[in-house]
């Protein structure tokens, strides 16, 4: 059973700096991809980042260039960097894995989210 919390979220104005944080913790046997989601009210939830077991990286066109995925594997934590915040950031921002078993089967987990509002 794997467990994926988030934290980080906050207020922050438009042009500010967020840094999120994702702790993973369980029985992790490897780490197909990671990745970060948002979800606006009204709105479905969307990939923002992912990062590869091999380290490669993808970003949503919207958050292209303000925005850094990375992860310490010491730790086993991932991070979501969010610089120059638009108040259409806004939403709550959710942790994802894609692991594999020890017996080779894949899984998806979700942290319960981080809010993050961009507002004046």
């Known amino acids: 059973q794997v467990q994926l919390v988030e934290s980080g979220g906050g207020l922050v104005q438009p042009g500010g700096s967020l840094r999120l944080s994702c702790a993973a913790s369980?029985?992790?046997?490897?780490?197909?991809?990671m990745g970060w989601y948002r979800q606006a009210p009204g709105k479905e939830r969307e990939l923002v980042a992912s990062?590869?077991?091999?380290?490669?990286?993808t970003y949503a066109d919207s958050v292209k260039g303000r925005f850094t995925i990375s992860r310490d594997n010491a730790k086993n934590t991932l991070y979501l960097q969010m610089n120059s915040l638009k108040p259409e950031d806004t939403a709550v921002y959710y942790c994802?894995?894609?692991?594999?078993?020890?017996?080779?089967?894949?899984?998806?987990?979700w942290g319960r989210g981080t809010q993050v509002t961009v507002s004046s």
């Open positions: 990062i590869t077991s091999a380290d490669t990286t």
């Open positions: 994802h894995m894609n692991s594999r078993s020890q017996w080779a089967r894949e899984n998806n987990y």
């Open positions: 369980g029985s992790i046997f490897g780490i197909n991809a």
